[in-house]
Each structure stands twice: as C-alpha cells, then as structure tokens.
C-alpha cells in the first residue's frame, strides 16, 4: 500500500496568513536561469513588474526538492515552459479564452498561459506595487531585457499557408508527463507561514524533480521505489512505515475467507463494505458551523485603490488574493464606471459588486435596529443600487459621440443583464425603468431601447403590469411611424416594429386585452402587409379584436338594446354624416346581420325621422352589407312580409329605396317576382292601387329602367291577371315625359301624345311629386342619361349653345320633385363641363341645398372637388368674372370636414376680388344693375365707388352711407319695389371695406327695427338682406333674445307688430318663398339653403327663438289681439312641428332643457306641454301623459320625443322650498314605480332616454335597478325556484339592461367603485360550480348558460372606455376590487372545466381588464392570498409575480443519529428502523453573499453556503 493520496483528487489550498494591511512583499532573491528564460505575463506586459515576490503563502516549495521558483505556485516552473517552443513540452489540450467577460472565471483557464500557476496555489505572484505601507516603493523601471531571445508563440497556419521548416536537429531526451496525471499540494501538510530561503530551496531541489505530479516518479534508479525487496514486495512501498501496533499490514485472508466460503458470505462482505463506507463518511463530514464572511473593505490612497482595481481587470490575478481587502469607496455608480473604464470582466465586476453590497447590507444589521427597518433600509439600498445601474445603461447608451461607444455599451448592458440574471437588482423597478424608457423614447433612441429591452422580452411579458405597457409602447410606436409623413424614410424601424408586433401577436396575445389601446392601434395593425404565413397572425388578431369587443361593447345583448344602439348609431350618421367609423361601428354591433338590416329599413320608414337623406343613407348601408354576405333582396322582403306599412308615406319611402337599390343591382327584381308567385301571386285589382298592400304596389313601383324585356313581359303578365292596364300606365308616362319636353322647348317626337295646353313648371313639378316612382324614375333618367347629355355633348362638340341656365333651373326643379337625387348628382357632374359661371354657381349651391343627400350617397366631396378645379380654371380665363362660383364654394366649403384650408383659402380669395372691384362690388343679385340706379340712389353708388379707390374707409363716412341706404331701404320696405333689391346690392358693397364695423351697424339697427310697432312684415325686409349676405343668422339669433330665461317671458310694453317678432322670424326660417320682383329664384334657392342651414347648424339658437315664439302667442291668447299671430296659420302650424321635430332629433339635451324652463305663465306651460305631446302622438291631440303613459309610447324611434317629454313633467312641479322638495320626491317614486312596472311588463325600449335624465334620477333608478338585479341571483342558500327560472333570468336581463343604459350614457350616472354585494354575489356563483352535490346540477347548469353570462355582462360596464377614462384606483374600494380579482381567478381556474361555454376566457379578461387600475397595496395583498394556493401561470400573470427560485426554501433538520456503531449500521442497513424525522423551518438565502473565493483563509467551512447543509466531507 501506499500513503499517496488517491488519484485525481485535488487537495484544498493551504492557508495563508494576513500580515500588515494584508499585503506582503517578499524580498528579492537570486535570479534563476529558468526565470531568466520564463516570458513576462501575456496580460501585464505594459507594467513594469518584471522582478516578482514570492507568496507568503509559499514557503514549504521545498518539500519534494523542487528547484527555486520565480514565485507564485509550485508548478510554475513546469508550466512556464509553455512559452518556449521545445520538443520536449506540449501544450495544455484546452485552448479557453480567459479574457471572455461572459465565461465563468475557473482555474483550469489560466492552464494555457505562460505564467500559469499551480491547481492547488491558485494565487499568483505579488506586484512590487503591492507592499505594505512601511515599505520603501521601487522606482518604475522599465521591465529588465531577456538574455537571450524567446520567440513568441506564433497561431497555426491555416490549411492553404506553407507549412513550417522541420527542425532536423537533434533533440535530448525529456521525459513527458501524462497530461492527464493529478498534480496535488504538499500531501496535505501545513506549510511553513514563515519565509523560504533561497538556499534552503536550492539545497532541497535535487532530491525530485517532478513533484506535485500524483503517483508518477521517472525511474532513475536511485528511488526508493526503484529498489525491490521482499518486505515492499509482500506489503508494497510506504513513504512512511506504519506504527507495528495497526493491524493493517496483516493479510486479512485468515478471517474473511472462511466467511465468505459460508452461503450469506456475500451478504456479510456487503455488509461490512457498508459498514465501512458509513464510518468513512461519519469520521469525516463537516460539523463546524461556517465561518464565513464578505471580504473586508479598507481604506485605500488613490494609488492602491487605482492598482487594486487594475489587478481586478487582469484575469491572472486570483480572486482569493484580491479579496484580502476590497478598497473603500467604490460602490454605487462609480463602482460601475470604474469596472467600464477598468474594462473588469462581468463576473469580476458581478464578484465585486457582491462584495460591496454584502456588505452594505450586513451594515444595517451591525446598526442595532429592529427587523423592519432593517428590512426597510436594505430594500431601500437594493432599489438606490438599481437606480445607479439605471442611470450608468442609459448615460453610456447616451454617449452616442464618445470613442468606442459600441464596446462600452455592450459592456454596460452585459454587466447590467448579468446583475439582473443573478437577482442583485430590484426587478420591478429594473422592469418599470425599461418600459417607462421605451414609452418615453423617440425615434432616434427607439432601436436602442429596442435592444436593451428584447434582452428582458419574456420576463416582461410573463408580468400583466410590465407587459401590457411594453406591448402598448411598442404599438404606439408602430402606430406612429405608421402614420407619419416620412414613413419610407423609417422603413427599417418600421420593418423591425412590424416583425415585433407580429411576434407578439402569436406569442403573448394577453397583453393586446385593454380596450383603449387596442381601439386607438387597431387601424394600424390592419395595415401591416401581408405574407403567405398570415393566417396564424389573422386568427390570433382576430381573437383579440373580439376579446377587446367584449369588454368594451355593450354586452346586454337583448334585442331591443341592440335595436336601441342601432338607432342611435343610424342617428348620429344623419348628424355627422362625414364620420366614417360609425357605419364601421353599425356593423360591428351584432352578429346577426339580418337583424341589423331590418332595424335601418325600420328606421328609414319611420315617420319620426324628417328627410329625404335617410332613404340613401340606408341605401349606402345596405349596398356595404353585400360585402358581409348579407341577402338584402331577402331582407327586403321578410321586412314587407312582417310590417304592413299601413301610412302612405312610410309607403313611398320602402319604395323608393328599392327604386335605388334595384338600379344598383342590389336588389333582385326576379327574386322578388320569384317570391311573389310563391305567395300566390295577385288576386284582387286593390293589391295594385296606391293604398294597397305594399308587398303587391311594389311590382307597379318597380323602375321600368332596371328591368330587362322578359322581366317586363312578366311583370306585365301579372298585373294583367288583376286587370291592371299596362297600355294606360304606358300612355301615362308618354304623356308625362311629352309634359316634360314642352317644359324645356324640346320638340316632341312622332309618336308622343300632343298636350290639350300647356302647362307651368309649377303644376308639373306637383304632378310629378304625386306619380308613382316608376314614372319618376322614367322621367329622371331621361332628363339626366338624354337631355343632358346630348345638350353637354353638343356644346363640346360646337354643334350646339351651352345648357343656358333658367334650363338648368329646369332640369333642377323637376329632378327634386321626383326626388331622384342620384340622377341630379349625375346632372350635376356632367353640367360641370360648362364655362357659364352663373350656371356652375347655380350647381354648387343645388349641392349645398342638398348637401345630407350628397354626402349620404358619398359624392358630395368628389363633387366639390370637380367645381373647385373648374374655378381655378374659370380664374385664370375670366379673372373677377369667376366671382359667383367662387361665392358660392367659398359659401359651401365651410360645411365639409376635411376641407378647411380650402374654406380659408376662398373666403380669402373672395374679399380680394371684392376689395379690388371697384366698378362691380360683389353683387350676387345681378351684374348689370348699377346702370338701372335712379336719383338718390345713383349718387348713394357713386359715392361708394368712389370709396372702393381707397383701401380702407373711416367709420365716420362708412356709417353716414350706411344709414343712408338703410333710409331709403325703410321706405321701399313692403312695396314690392325693385329698388328694395338696389338698397341690398349697396349694402352688399358697402360691406366690404369693414365686415365688423358693418355687422355692428347692422346688429343696431336690427335692434331698432325689432322695437317698431308699427311696419311691414318681417319677411318682407329680412330674406333679401339675408340672400345677399349684408344679415348673416348670427346677427339675427343675437337679436331674437337675450337668454332662455328672457325667451320666456315678453317685455310687457311691446305692442303691435313689436309682439310677434319672434313668431315673424321663426316663420320666416319655416317658410318657403316664392320668387318676386325683390327676390329672384336664385335668390330664393340660397335663402332656402340659409334655411336649412339654420336647422342643421344653429339648432341652440334656434330653441330659445322657438321658446319666445310661444311665450308670445300665448301672450296673445289672453287679449284680444290686433294684428294676426303667424302660428294661427295652419300651414305654419305644420311647418312649426316638422321644424320642432328636427331639432329634437338635431339636440335631445338641448331641446329637454329649453321646454324643461320654468316659467310663471301657465298658459305657456300648457301651450309646450301641447306641442311635444304632438311631437310623441302626431294625431293624438295634445294634453299631459303620466309617466306610465309615456313609458308605454317608448321605442327605438320615439326615444328622443319622450326624452323631452319625460323632462317637461319632471320639471313641471320643481319649485324651491320644503314644499318643491316634496313633489320632487313624489315625481322620484312615480317615476321608479312607472319604470318598475315597464320592466315587470318586459317593456325597456324606454331605456335610452335614461342617461339625459338628471343626475340625482338616473343615480336613484341604478342604485334601484341593481339592487333588484343582485337580489334574483340564486346562491346556494337561496337557489331560484324552477318555476320562477325563466322569469327571473327574464328579468335580470331586462334590468341589466337598464344599468347599461344608464351607465354608458356618461353624464348621466356617476362612476362608482365595484359594490361588495356584487363581489359576494359572485362567490356564491363559485361555490356553486364548486359543489359537487347531485342536487344542485341543474342550478349549475343554470349559472353556466344564463347567470355567469349575465354577471360578467355587467362586469364589463367597469372596463368599458368611459370607466376607464376616470382614474378608478383613486376610489375608494380597493379592497373590493381585490376581492372580485381572487374570486375571478378562482372562477378561471374552475370554468377549465368547462371549456365549452368559453367562460373562462371572458372572466380573465374581464380580470386582465379590472387589475389595470388595481392600487399596489391592494396588489400585494391578491399575492399573498394566491402565492401559495396556486401555480397557475395566468393568475402569476394576471397579479404580476413571479416565482423566485430563492424564496420559501425550507430548512430540513434531521434527528441526531443513534450513536453506537450497531445502530448506525442498522441505520444504513433500514434493518428495522424508520426514516429519520424531519423538522422544518424557513431558509434565508442571501443572494449578495453567494461569493467564489470570497476569504483568502481557507477553512473547513468558509463557503457562503454551509457545507453542512449538503451533507459535505473531508477527502484525505
């Protein structure tokens, strides 16, 4: 036997003793030849350190007579050789880069270099630098030359180089040593601590030369172990002889052989080998407690501390040596900053960072304080530290302009990668400073920001709070670029933010679940290009477009809410009708398209919607369907099939908007015939009469146009059968379109029916209106596809004279009495060709006129578009001539969204041409009518002619002309004089020089005019100022009334024509005028465009003048009146509802509160409360409703008339004091009572009109409606009766429907925190999907299908964009919202088994969209409530933590064991024994102190980690 130790066992590194500060010199020995020979350090050639000092740690080198060393490990001198090319030493057979920063520092890398050192000496030799502070410091002399010159090391040749000379010269014998032999210290003998001679080295060289090589000694002949004997041959070779007291050298033989000769001899030997091993490792396992500690910081000069961290950067220095002292001072930024400019690889850089935190930390434990504020001071470092590193990977990514920033910053985000990947920062801090960076980037830092945060990409996405922000910022981004002017300039960013929004799409689809985002970045992901791999991205972005849908949609899906939404979005497209998201939006609301289509045909016939526009706003709509694969021709006639239509004008209305659509083709005339004749076909001659049914009028309705030869022969096969005369509805239109021809001087063809007489335009407009649509459509297509366009193509081809315009005027008038808008678009387009300015200003203001028409069929813009072109060119050939088309786009311009540079640009243009005319001063009325001025107006014209010659006029002489004119203006005034006209076209002139000054002149003398008791009517003065443009309708609304509250009331002197001012004016706005000698027919046509306006545009104005109105003809009902009141006239009377239906519809808010006023007369009160019950009930008379009554009249289409109603009532008992408390508390409970007893009765069409009720109303009827919504929820205490089942789910959805209404209708309620009832209701729905008990599954099933859906339904009314809008984490109720989140998790985990119903991706989204305005402490608190009842990596996701591998680890202590030898074998064995118990307790794992080499002592137990934890043992 031998004593060597066993093979490829490495021994422990000796100990080492401090002296001093902890740093030694040794002093300068005799230089060697072998260290003559031995090359400086590859890493440290540039310092001075040529002379080297021995280790203090080194003193027993001379224990198997090794030669002297240069210092440092006893293989040194071995390994040295490395660095001179010699046949007799080959390299290390591991080539490793030591200077990598990213490769873990391990000794076997420092193997291959030059000045290696020995495995089991891992600290290198000391600098000369390093001494102790007594010590005299050498001078820096440069490094001593070699003696002789050792060729460097040269890399191997690449295959296509010349290979090297062989050296051919002969070589000496050396012997190798296996590469793989163990090399091992002093066969664990404490060395000397004191200091080795260099004689002693020298005299005990000789004795080996090769040790510190396990078991390998070259056979010299003179060992030993060379010199055979019987003793070491019978008992083998001892270094040292055994003591003769041991048994071992005895041959055990005697006592095993006869055992193991016995049957159980195998089980015995393996009994006592056991027995061994347990003895071995009980003798030697590690029981002393760790004496660990971080290395010690002391106080350092610059000089030192420079030299210290130099020795840190350079990879040959051990760590064991370098953590002797860490030097003061270096912590926080600087600590980072030096290792960037120290280039200090990363996990040296990490070490040392562990080194100052460690002890940082462990000094707020040596304060005294108790745990929680040392916990508090140490989280607090922890986050100051991740502040620093912050700051240090941004300033250096800054650094765009510094020298090798490239190098620097990836050293910088490295380093800060490897501190975040080994827990030494606060993550969530690290996290919110990476997305915090990325929102806050521009473009010019993105691609950084970019980088640093991909790095991070999965742990940011695992966590909701960081990952829905990085997924927004990164789409905003996109969304950005996406939509910026210089997008091909960004292309590459571009490119890399599409690749990322796409990656995220399929990877991470949770964090697109926030429905403001999602809605304001949804456009621009549909515009990302598209590749042959699409479909998977399509399909996960459609999943989250319907799961952002959800929570933002209204989710009470009863029909008559989706009914409700349709109206509304039907509704807001006739106000604005340029917005092209709503009819996006329409689509959008249901699935059931059918349903969808049938609710805009209902709208469209309905007679509480004026207008003609709304007959092609459902055309457009319903042509878009065809897109979405919807039957419209089936729709169409499930509708007439369903709804008799019973009112003629509902009637004209269905058909013509199948005249429409069937000359687009989309509806099929021979699907409906088909339809027909399965019905039956005709039977009775009544089915075709225009009061018959309208399923049956439709075929003699159907445009003749639009049919081909056979569907004519058929259609007329069967009206023949019913003796409907074909021949007679063919000699009509004959006679019509000969009618027609007359009307525009066209000769009538040979076969047309010759006219009895003439007759006027007036008739035949009247006669057409009344026609059937096929007659109209007839005509419209000839005057539009024949007349127009022979007259346009004649006149290009100078066959002919241009369309003159009284023939336009024509054509105009007799296309609007057939309502055939489409063709007058056409007419239009076609009339643009013509050079007649007159003519094309007459075409621009007939597209003004029907301006809600154009824009519904979407040809309003390109119509513009077109004359505005044509005025450039007009400008150009004809100069000031263009003035009139330049008025009226400059007048029509202002109306179309999207175009007000335009509108700016001509308003500009036009006071230019004003302003530089001094011989025509822009008169819209006639060109020629200077030459007829007469008397005192001739020198009225020359004076302002000869005022247009200067560029401005003083206010003096401007106003002495404006009376003057305003004089004789007076005194024409009700004549019916031409020269009234004069007055206006001088005024118009005058106008120019000073429109503010001029306005104020007018407005003064409106005043003035307003107070005259005694004059002409109104609408004898104000309609030519107003065509003119001299009185513009703000001037004239700013003269009606002072306020509402004035508006009620008339002033009690007015007397006369005074008394009816308000009612003249508002009549004046109704009524249409009829050309004269004062007004033209142009000028009526632009004053019914004013007209129109005035509903449309100023609807606020409008309601106080309607208010004044009836103040004063109910001021009139109680005296005897002198004059006539304008609203005793029939027809006004009809005009006045129309008009006060249209601003209903135009404003429900305002209309409410302009009739909800209160007023002391009586009269007034009931004179309103008349009018909107006209406006509710058309032929129903007038009178109050109860609010039952009204309730019961609600539907989609009266909302806004209830709305006003239900105002008028609530407002018609308010009074102030005690006694107006108490009625207003009555009409409280009225009013709930009524609305309980709507719901009872399944009628909620009422709903819409909640959110314009007051505040303290709509307040009251939630907190009632979802009381009585959470009481009808079964529990498993309270389940629901079957009986009552329907009912009550019936009844829940009526309700819920009612809390939406209320709650989306933004100013109506308040937004309120989530209740606990709520919260509590939801648990009682988990336990019961809990409970396994065969009693409640048919309750189970009900909350499956109905009330789940119901309560995530009402859920979402918190998550919708108006909830969001209001920061809700500032509410109170926190906690609440906690809870609702578990009791949500709980449900996602227990709905999995369920996967049917797609519940549970609702509750965690509704979930994902509720933990968005979650307060942190209310967070924290969800965390330790599921931490450790779930492993669910959704609800990880949805609380945002993450599992730490160094949290809740768990101490095992085991029982002593027994202590006799028997009963540990017996241990060993499990003969008979149990486990051992175990106790456990928490176990504190201290990342910062996770330290290699931390201490240069090396004890039994100094590891970071105890070694008794794992059970460790000595190896001898």
């Known amino acids: 036997m031998t004593s060597r130790p066993p093979m490829a066992v490495p021994q422990r590194q000796p100990q080492r003793t401090l002296s001093g500060s902890g740093l030694s010199q040794s002093p300068t020995h005799q230089r060697t030849l072998s260290q003559q020979f031995l090359p400086q350090s590859p890493i440290r050639k540039s310092e001075s350190l040529s002379e080297q000092s021995v280790d203090v740690s080194d003193a027993a080198q001379g224990r198997y007579n090794t030669l002297p060393r240069r210092g440092g490990s006893r293989l040194k001198l071995e390994l040295a050789n490395d660095g001179i090319e010699h046949p007799g030493f080959s390299e290390s057979p591991q080539n490793l880069d030591v200077l990598s920063a990213n490769k873990v520092f391990t000794p076997s890398r420092i193997m291959s270099m030059n000045d290696a050192s020995d495995p089991g000496d891992l600290t290198p030799r000391t600098s000369r630098c390093q001494t102790a502070d007594d010590d005299l410091t050498p001078l820096p002399m440069p490094p001593r030359r070699a003696r002789f010159v050792i060729p460097a090391k040269r890399p191997e040749s690449s295959s296509t180089s010349t290979p090297p000379r062989r050296d051919a010269r002969p070589k000496p014998f050396v012997l190798e040593k296996p590469s793989i032999a163990p090399r091992y210290p002093s066969a664990g003998k404490p060395e000397s601590t004191g200091k080795t001679k260099t004689k002693d080295v020298a005299a005990r060289a000789s004795a080996d030369l090769c040790v510190g090589v396990a078991d390998f000694y070259p056979w010299t002949g003179s060992h030993p172990e060379d010199q055979f004997s019987d003793g070491i041959i019978r008992h083998g070779f001892f270094d040292k002889a055994p003591a003769q007291s041991t048994q071992e050298p005895v041959s055990a033989k005697a006592p095993l052989f006869p055992a193991l000769k016995h049957k159980s001899g195998l089980h015995t030997l393996s009994t006592i080998f056991t027995g061994i091993l347990n003895q071995r490792r009980h003798s030697g396992q590690i029981t002393s407690?760790?004496?660990?500690?971080?290395?010690?910081?002391?106080?350092?000069?610059?000089?030192?501390?420079?030299?210290?961290?130099?020795?840190?950067?350079?990879?040959?220095?051990?760590?064991?040596?370098?953590?002797?002292?860490?030097?003061?001072?270096?912590?926080?930024?600087?600590?980072?900053?030096?290792?960037?400019?120290?280039?200090?690889?990363?996990?040296?850089?990490?070490?040392?960072?562990?080194?100052?935190?460690?002890?940082?930390?462990?000094?707020?434990?040596?304060?005294?304080?108790?745990?929680?504020?040392?916990?508090?001071?140490?989280?607090?470092?922890?986050?100051?530290?991740?502040?620093?590193?912050?700051?240090?990977?941004?300033?250096?990514?800054?650094?765009?302009?510094?020298?090798?920033?490239?190098?620097?910053?990836?050293?910088?985000?490295?380093?800060?990668?490897?501190?975040?990947?080994?827990?030494?920062?606060?993550?969530?801090?690290?996290?919110?400073?990476?997305?915090?960076?990325?929102?806050?980037?521009?473009?010019?830092?993105?691609?950084?920001?970019?980088l640093i945060v991909q790095i991070y990409w999965k742990d940011l996405l695992k966590l909701r709070r960081h990952g829905r922000r990085l997924v927004s910022a990164i789409l905003s981004h996109h969304s950005s670029i996406y939509h910026h002017p210089d997008r091909d300039i960004l292309l590459p960013l571009a490119t890399r933010l599409q690749s990322l929004v796409e990656s995220l799409l399929l990877a991470s689809p949770e964090n697109f679940i926030h429905p403001s985002s999602w809605s304001k970045y949804r456009d621009s992901l549909l515009g990302l290009p598209s590749t042959n791999s699409d479909e998977p991205r399509l399909k996960s972005f459609n999943s989250i477009d319907s799961r952002n849908d959800y929570l933002t949609s209204s989710n009470a899906k009863s029909q008559p809410a989706l009914r409700s939404t349709i109206v509304q979005l039907l509704d807001s497209i006739h106000r604005s009708p340029f917005d092209t998201e709503i009819p996006k939006r329409l689509w959008k609301t249901s699935e059931n398209k059918l349903s969808i289509v049938r609710t805009i045909l209902e709208w469209c016939t309905s007679l509480y919607r004026p207008g003609i526009a709304k007959v092609y706003i459902a055309a457009t709509l319903l042509r878009s369907s065809s897109a979405l694969d919807v039957d419209v021709t089936r729709a169409i006639l499930e509708f007439l099939d369903a709804d008799p239509l019973e009112?003629?004008?509902?009637?004209?209305?269905?058909?013509?908007?199948?005249?429409?659509?069937?000359?687009?083709?989309?509806?099929?005339?021979?699907?409906?015939?088909?339809?027909?004749?399965?019905?039956?076909?005709?039977?009775?001659?009544?089915?075709?009469?225009?009061?018959?049914?309208?399923?049956?009028?439709?075929?003699?309705?159907?445009?003749?146009?639009?049919?081909?030869?056979?569907?004519?022969?058929?259609?007329?096969?069967?009206?023949?059968?019913?003796?409907?005369?074909?021949?007679?509805?063919?000699?009509?239109?004959?006679?019509?379109?000969?009618?027609?021809?007359?009307?525009?001087?066209?000769?009538?063809?040979?076969?047309?029916?010759?006219?009895?007489?003439?007759?006027?335009?007036?008739?035949?407009?009247?006669?057409?209106?009344?026609?059937?649509?096929?007659?109209?459509?007839?005509?419209?297509?000839?005057?539009?596809?024949?007349?127009?366009?022979?007259?346009?193509?004649?006149?290009?081809?100078?066959?002919?004279?241009?369309?003159?315009?009284?023939?336009?005027?024509?054509?105009?008038?007799?296309?609007?009495?057939?309502?055939?808008?489409?063709?007058?678009?056409?007419?239009?387009?076609?009339?643009?060709?013509?050079?007649?300015?007159?003519?094309?200003?007459?075409?621009?203001?007939?597209?003004?006129?029907?301006?809600?028409?154009?824009?519904?069929?979407?040809?309003?813009?390109?119509?513009?578009?077109?004359?505005?072109?044509?005025?450039?060119?007009?400008?150009?050939?004809?100069?000031?001539?263009?003035?009139?088309?330049?008025?009226?786009?400059?007048?029509?311009?202002?109306?179309?969204?999207?175009?007000?540079?335009?509108?700016?640009?001509?308003?500009?243009?036009?006071?230019?041409?004003?302003?530089?005319?001094?011989?025509?001063?822009?008169?819209?009325?006639?060109?020629?009518?200077?030459?007829?001025?007469?008397?005192?107006?001739?020198?009225?014209?020359?004076?302002?002619?000869?005022?247009?010659?200067?560029?401005?006029?003083?206010?003096?002489?401007?106003?002495?002309?404006?009376?003057?004119?305003?004089?004789?203006?007076?005194?024409?005034?009700?004549?019916?004089?031409?020269?009234?006209?004069?007055?206006?076209?001088?005024?118009?002139?005058?106008?120019?020089?000073?429109?503010?000054?001029?306005?104020?002149?007018?407005r003064i003398w409106i005043q003035h005019i307003r107070k005259l008791s005694n004059r002409p009517y109104i609408s004898q003065l104000f309609p030519p100022l107003i065509s003119s443009g001299c009185l513009s309708l703000a001037i004239l609304f700013a003269t009606v009334s002072r306020s509402q509250a004035q508006a009620s009331q008339v002033q009690p002197n007015t007397v006369g024509f005074a008394s009816i001012y308000m009612q003249e004016v508002l009549q004046m706005l109704m009524k249409p005028l009829s050309?004269?000698?004062?007004?033209?027919?142009?000028?009526?046509?632009?004053?019914?465009?004013?007209?129109?306006?005035?509903?449309?545009?100023?609807?606020?104005?409008?309601?106080?003048?309607?208010?004044?109105?009836?103040?004063?003809?109910?001021?009139?009902?109680?005296?005897?009146?002198?004059?006539?009141?304008?609203?005793?006239?029939?027809?006004?009377?009809?005009?006045?509802?129309?008009?006060?239906?249209?601003?209903?519809?135009?404003?429900?808010?305002?209309?409410?509160?302009?009739?909800?006023?209160?007023?002391?007369?009586?009269?007034?009160?009931?004179?309103?409360?008349?009018?909107?019950?006209?406006l509710l009930v058309p032929h129903g008379g007038g009178g109050q409703k109860s609010f039952e009554q009204v309730l019961e009249l609600a539907n989609e289409f009266t909302l806004p008339f209830c709305q006003v109603k239900l105002s008028l009532n609530l407002a018609a008992d308010e009074s102030s004091?005690?006694?107006?408390?108490?009625?207003?508390?009555?009409?409280?409970?009225?009013?709930?009572?009524?609305?309980?007893?709507?719901?009872?009765?399944?009628?909620?069409?009422?709903?819409?009109?909640?959110?314009?009720?007051?505040?303290?109303?709509?307040?009251?009827?939630?907190?009632?409606?979802?009381?009585?919504?959470?009481?009808?929820?079964?529990?498993?205490?309270?389940?629901?009766?079957?009986?009552?089942?329907?009912?009550?789910?019936?009844?829940?959805?009526?309700?819920?429907?009612?809390?939406?209404?209320?709650?989306?209708?933004?100013?109506?309620?308040?937004?309120?925190?989530?209740?606990?009832?709520?919260?509590?209701?939801?648990?009682?729905?988990?336990?019961?999907?809990?409970?396994?008990?065969?009693?409640?599954?048919?309750?189970?099933?009900?909350?499956?299908?109905?009330?789940?859906?119901?309560?995530?339904?009402?859920?979402?009314?918190?998550?919708?964009?108006?909830?969001?809008?209001?920061?809700?984490?500032?509410?109170?109720?926190?906690?609440?919202?906690?809870?609702?989140?578990?009791?949500?998790?709980?449900?996602?985990?227990?709905?999995?088994?369920?996967?049917?119903?797609?519940?549970?991706?609702?509750?965690?989204?509704?979930?994902?969209?509720?933990?968005?305005?979650?307060?942190?402490?209310?967070?924290?608190?969800?965390?330790?409530?599921?931490?450790?009842?779930?492993?669910?990596?959704?609800i990880r996701y949805l609380f945002s933590f993450a599992a730490n591998p160094a949290e809740d680890l768990m101490l095992a202590h085991r029982e002593k064991p027994p202590p006799g030898i028997h009963e540990r074998r017996a241990m060993a064995l499990n003969l008979g024994m149990s486990m051992i118990p175990e106790r456990l307790t928490p176990f504190v794992f201290r990342r910062w102190e996770i330290l290699n080499e931390p201490t240069p002592v090396v004890g039994d137990n100094d590891t970071s980690l105890s070694l008794t934890l794992f059970d460790a043992r000595r190896i001898k």
């Not at 040959?316 to 600590?335: D, E, N, W």
């Not at 005294?368 to 990514?397: C, L, P």
């Not at 309750?1339 to 499956?1344: C, H, P, Q, S």
């Open 289 to 450: 407690a760790s004496t660990f500690k971080p290395p010690p910081r002391v106080t350092l000069t610059d000089t030192k501390r420079e030299i210290w961290l130099k020795d840190l950067a350079n990879p040959a220095i051990s760590l064991r040596r370098l953590s002797r002292t860490i030097p003061h001072g270096i912590r926080g930024k600087v600590l980072l900053e030096q290792c960037l400019n120290k280039n200090v690889p990363t996990d040296r850089a990490v070490w040392l960072a562990k080194c100052v935190g460690a002890n940082e930390i462990r000094a707020f434990k040596r304060k005294g304080v108790n745990g929680i504020f040392v916990m508090g001071g140490e989280a607090k470092w922890i986050k100051d530290w991740t502040v620093y590193v912050e700051q240090f990977v941004e300033s250096v990514s800054n650094g765009f302009s510094e020298n090798e920033w490239k190098t620097k910053v990836t050293y910088a985000i490295r380093l800060a990668t490897h501190l975040y990947a080994e827990h030494l920062l606060d993550r969530d801090h690290y996290m919110d400073w990476l997305v915090s960076g990325l929102e806050n980037s521009n473009q010019a830092k993105l691609p950084m920001w970019l």
């Open 647 to 1002: 009112e003629n004008a509902r009637k004209q209305l269905i058909y013509h908007l199948v005249s429409e659509l069937a000359r687009s083709g989309h509806f099929s005339v021979p699907q409906y015939t088909q339809w027909l004749i399965a019905r039956g076909g005709l039977f009775d001659y009544a089915e075709t009469e225009p009061d018959g049914p309208c399923a049956t009028r439709l075929l003699v309705e159907i445009p003749l146009g639009s049919l081909t030869e056979s569907m004519r022969n058929l259609r007329a096969t069967l009206l023949r059968r019913v003796s409907f005369s074909i021949e007679d509805e063919t000699q009509d239109i004959k006679m019509a379109m000969s009618c027609v021809k007359s009307a525009l001087s066209v000769p009538l063809d040979a076969n047309d029916p010759l006219l009895p007489k003439p007759i006027s335009l007036k008739k035949l407009s009247k006669r057409i209106e009344l026609s059937g649509r096929s007659l109209k459509t007839t005509i419209s297509s000839w005057l539009s596809n024949d007349f127009v366009t022979s007259v346009i193509q004649n006149a290009q081809s100078d066959k002919g004279v241009e369309l003159p315009r009284t023939t336009f005027e024509t054509v105009r008038t007799l296309l609007e009495a057939a309502q055939d808008y489409t063709m007058l678009g056409a007419v239009l387009k076609l009339v643009a060709a013509c050079s007649n300015t007159e003519l094309l200003a007459c075409c621009v203001d007939t597209l003004n006129l029907h301006l809600p028409v154009f824009t519904a069929t979407e040809e309003a813009k390109p119509i513009f578009q077109i004359y505005y072109e044509r005025l450039k060119i007009m400008l150009e050939e004809q100069g000031i001539g263009a003035r009139p088309l330049l008025a009226s786009l400059a007048n029509l311009a202002p109306r179309l969204t999207g175009l007000e540079d335009v509108a700016t640009q001509l308003q500009n243009d036009l006071v230019r041409i004003d302003r530089s005319s001094a011989a025509d001063a822009s008169s819209p009325l006639s060109d020629n009518m200077a030459t007829q001025l007469q008397d005192a107006e001739t020198e009225l014209s020359e004076q302002i002619e000869k005022l247009a010659s200067y560029t401005s006029a003083d206010r003096p002489t401007m106003e002495r002309l404006f009376y003057a004119i305003v004089k004789k203006l007076q005194i024409y005034w009700g004549k019916t004089d031409e020269r009234q006209r004069l007055c206006c076209i001088l005024l118009t002139r005058l106008r120019v020089f000073d429109i503010s000054h001029f306005n104020e002149l007018m």
């Open 1075 to 1174: 050309p004269n000698q004062v007004m033209t027919s142009e000028d009526c046509y632009r004053f019914r465009i004013i007209q129109d306006r005035a509903r449309h545009e100023h609807a606020k104005d409008l309601m106080p003048l309607v208010r004044g109105a009836l103040a004063e003809y109910s001021a009139s009902l109680h005296q005897q009146a002198s004059i006539p009141q304008p609203l005793d006239d029939d027809q006004t009377k009809s005009q006045f509802l129309e008009l006060l239906r249209g601003l209903v519809l135009v404003d429900p808010n305002a209309a409410s509160q302009t009739v909800s006023l209160k007023s002391p007369d009586p009269k007034l009160a009931a004179l309103i409360e008349t009018w909107t019950t006209k």
């Open 1217 to 1434: 004091g005690f006694e107006g408390s108490e009625r207003l508390q009555m009409q409280f409970e009225l009013l709930s009572k009524a609305l309980d007893n709507a719901i009872d009765a399944n009628n909620i069409m009422w709903t819409g009109m909640l959110p314009s009720l007051s505040p303290d109303i709509t307040q009251h009827l939630r907190n009632r409606a979802e009381l009585r919504f959470l009481d009808i929820i079964p529990s498993l205490k309270t389940p629901s009766e079957d009986s009552l089942f329907d009912k009550d789910i019936q009844m829940a959805e009526n309700l819920l429907t009612v809390i939406d209404s209320i709650f989306r209708g933004g100013s109506g309620s308040k937004i309120s925190p989530l209740s606990s009832a709520l919260v509590d209701k939801l648990a009682d729905l988990w336990d019961i999907l809990v409970s396994r008990a065969s009693e409640h599954m048919s309750l189970k099933a009900a909350v499956i299908s109905h009330w789940l859906p119901l309560v995530f339904s009402y859920l979402t009314l918190y998550t919708s964009p108006s909830a969001g809008a209001v920061d809700i984490s500032k509410l109170s109720g926190g906690e609440v919202r906690a809870r609702a989140l578990i009791v949500l998790a709980g449900l996602v985990q227990e709905l999995d088994n369920y996967p049917s119903s797609n519940l549970g991706q609702r509750a965690f989204d509704i979930a994902l969209a509720l933990v968005d305005s979650l307060p942190e402490d209310a967070r924290l608190q969800c965390v330790r409530a599921v931490k450790d009842a779930t492993a669910d990596p959704r």
